[in-house]
């Protein structure tokens, strides 16, 4: 079946720096990629929708100058967490849309000290 | 709007007893999916199942079965005879057409612990 290959799984990065987080499409193509942010014994929360070569739609609340997606091929999204903070301390997941389903990543749990 | 509504935030129950997880969502499409995702300690989402407005026909998939109620907007799950397996925080989603894009909408999640 199809599968979203997310790296890294856990990163801890100090505050003032960047992240990127990339999630690769491995069997399909992902023409459309979702990316969430998931707190702790909450749900996941759209942050931004991304199309290949166009840009990403960002969900209302979102810093788009914070979370930089780049979605330049079929099989590869990124998500740049740039000048981190503690509060950015979350789990992220993408998904692939693929037909009518959407195949997770294996998140990332981020962490800023 | 549109809103995927799990009202059981936590659930315990003992091994071997039959579950039912709820989920009420509303939509103004008259085409939708539903889902259901399982996302154990380790994090990743496990997909269960997916269904759309048209099909009402109930599921079942050992020991996982889906109840699907239009006239009700409902899309329970319910596991029978539950394994300690089974602990995990289950989610049910709504895809619909939001402002041109279709996007999936999860509701808040039910915790799940089966004990032993």
């Known amino acids: 079946g199809a599968v979203v290959s997310q790296h890294p799984s856990r990163v801890i990065c100090k505050s003032g720096t960047s992240v990127k987080i990339e999630c690769r499409s491995l069997?399909?193509?992902?023409?459309?990629m979702f990316w969430y942010r998931q707190f702790p014994k909450q749900s996941l929360m759209l942050m931004a929708t991304?199309?290949?070569?166009?840009?990403?739609?960002?969900e209302q609340g979102v810093e788009k100058d914070k979370f930089l997606i780049n979605h330049a091929s079929l099989t590869l999204s990124t998500l740049t967490v740039t000048s981190a903070h503690p509060e950015d301390s979350s789990f992220y997941i993408c998904?692939?849309?693929?037909?009518?389903?959407?195949?997770f990543g294996s998140g990332t749990r981020l962490t800023v000290v | 709007a549109q809103k995927v509504t799990q009202a059981q935030t936590e659930i315990s129950v003992v091994e071997k007893e039959d579950v039912t997880l709820d989920c009420v969502y509303e939509t103004r499409d008259t085409t939708y999916y539903l889902f259901w995702y399982k996302q154990p300690p380790s994090g990743e989402l496990v997909f269960l199942i997916r269904?759309?407005?048209?099909?009402?026909q109930n599921e079942i998939s050992g020991r996982y079965s889906w109840n699907f109620q239009k006239s009700t907007s409902s899309f329970n799950f319910t596991i029978t005879a539950s394994q300690v397996v089974d602990s995990a925080v289950y989610f049910c989603a709504l895809r619909e057409r939001i402002q041109g894009a279709q996007k999936l909408v999860f509701g808040q999640g039910t915790r799940l612990t089966i004990n032993p």
């Open positions: 991304s199309n290949e070569g166009s840009k990403a739609t960002y």
């Open positions: 269904r759309n407005s048209f099909d009402e």
């Open positions: 069997d399909f193509q992902a023409t459309t």
């Open positions: 998904s692939g849309s693929e037909n009518y389903g959407y195949t």
